[in-house]
């Protein structure tokens, strides 16, 4: 009744969240993105990076956190003699944080709703016929079609 468990070379299959855990997080993490003002947007990123584990998502939030710390840097070097930032100075500022919180947020809320979406990110992939999963193939009386949608090639045979 009970098995030894899963073997060692696969992996446990991961559960979906719930969808409310699911909203609560990305409020949470744009609430913190909003409040911070895009300071500490790479929170966001760095989940999206943990759970995706893609490559380009490591990049991003590498990106993020890089960006910031730079406008951390562009500010501490403006002269301290002067208590108001020039005209110059503030629209530098301003832009360099709205452009990050901005992408951040419209980046993270898209990958992750698009990755925990009801096709799991394979969205557009063709119906390509019967499952060959671990339970065979697909429903009794299902027709079967061929990948991409196209019906084959019709031969005609020799005489």
Known sequence: ????????EQQQPTRR???????TL?????????????????AAMLRLAVVTRKQRDWWLFGLVLALNIGLLAYLGTLPEE???????????TLSWALVVFVGTVTYY?????????PYGGTRGAPYAGPS???YGGGHPGAPT???GGYAPRRTVPDP
């Open 17 to 23: 969240p719930s969808s409310a855990t699911l909203v």
């Open 26 to 42: 990305r409020v949470v993490f744009v609430a913190l993105a909003l409040l911070s003002c895009g300071l500490l947007a790479w």
């Open 109 to 117: 809320l898209y990958t992750e709703i698009r990755h925990f979406g």
């Open 1 to 8: 009744m009970h098995g030894y468990g899963y073997p060692p």
């Open 82 to 92: 002067e208590e108001v930032l020039t005209d110059g100075q503030a629209v530098i």
């Open 132 to 134: 060959t999963g671990p």
């Open 145 to 147: 079609f061929p990948a």
